[in-house]
């Protein structure tokens, strides 16, 4: 079966730090991109972050650049975000996504976490 499962939301202050992680099955790990993206209420689901195979190529939206680094641990098929300087817009429900390639769009991705909620106070 192919899971996703996200872990590490939670309450912060601003300015503060969380990790997420996302603990995938063989099949949506091996041998592709992972990402993070996250979704507001009433908001368009928003792309984060992205990291190939080999973790050669990662890419940042601008509003996370020099805040957020995604990594991942290959031999514990699991991906993370590392999330410093949070600010209240960072609330979001946060999901892990499994594609072919790395891209910045939903649909280029096929396997999905169910998110984890991840809220910043001021």
């Known amino acids: 079966q192919v899971q996703l499962v996200e872990s590490g939301g939670g309450l912060v202050q601003a300015g503060g730090s969380l990790r997420l992680s996302c603990a995938a099955s063989?099949?949506?790990?091996?041998?592709?991109?992972m990402a993070w993206f996250r979704q507001a209420p009433g908001k368009e689901r928003e792309f984060v972050s992205t990291?190939?195979?080999?973790?050669?190529?990662?890419y940042h939206t601008d509003s996370v650049k020099g805040r957020f680094t995604i990594s991942r641990d290959n031999a514990k098929n699991t991906v993370y975000l590392q999330m410093n300087s949070l600010k209240p817009e960072d609330t979001a429900v946060y999901y892990c996504?499994?594609?072919?390639?790395?891209?910045?769009?939903?649909?280029?991705?096929?396997?999905w976490g169910q998110g984890t909620q991840v809220t910043v106070s001021s």
């Open positions: 996504a499994s594609g072919a390639k790395v891209g910045v769009h939903p649909w280029e991705y096929d396997y």
């Open positions: 063989g099949e949506a790990f091996r041998w592709r991109a």
């Open positions: 990291i190939s195979w080999s973790g050669g190529t990662t």
